[in-house]
């Protein structure tokens, strides 16, 4: 699976930016796929996921609410919308497959996209 990440870049806080990433390469009917973000100087976290089969979306507390996970079967691309973001969401968002029901887990990924730098100003 060969995956590319777009849409970053500046935006105010409380404001919205929209991130895409376009899949290729095999089917994903059996993946989960993930939104993962790595600030400066800390780990990469989990920020959103979504079965690309039955479309259920999962989201850590800290983006609940503000953040939308979503795919599109018929462009193979799964969209991460950002509304009301904070300046503490500034990072390197990576969209990445996984086969694992661990989806939560950084490792368990199999594939990932390069990384798209969100900013956000206050």
């Known amino acids: 699976v060969q995956l590319q990440a777009s849409g970053g870049g500046l935006v105010q806080a409380g404001g919205s930016l929209r991130l895409s990433c376009a899949a290729s390469?095999?089917?994903?009917?059996?993946?989960?796929m993930g939104w993962f973000r790595q600030a400066p100087g800390k780990e990469r976290e989990f920020a959103a996921g979504?079965?690309?089969?039955?479309?259920?979306?999962y989201y850590p507390d800290s983006v609940k609410g503000r953040f939308t996970i979503s795919r599109d079967k018929a462009k193979n691309t799964v969209d991460l919308q950002m509304n009301s973001p904070k300046p503490e969401d500034t990072a390197v968002y990576y969209c990445?497959?996984?086969?694992?029901?661990?989806?939560?887990?950084?490792?368990?990924?199999?594939?990932w996209g390069q990384g798209t730098l969100v900013t956000v100003s206050s």
């Open positions: 390469g095999r089917s994903l009917s059996r993946y989960i």
């Open positions: 990445a497959a996984t086969g694992s029901r661990w989806f939560r887990t950084t490792d368990e990924y199999d594939y």
């Open positions: 979504i079965s690309w089969s039955d479309g259920s979306t």
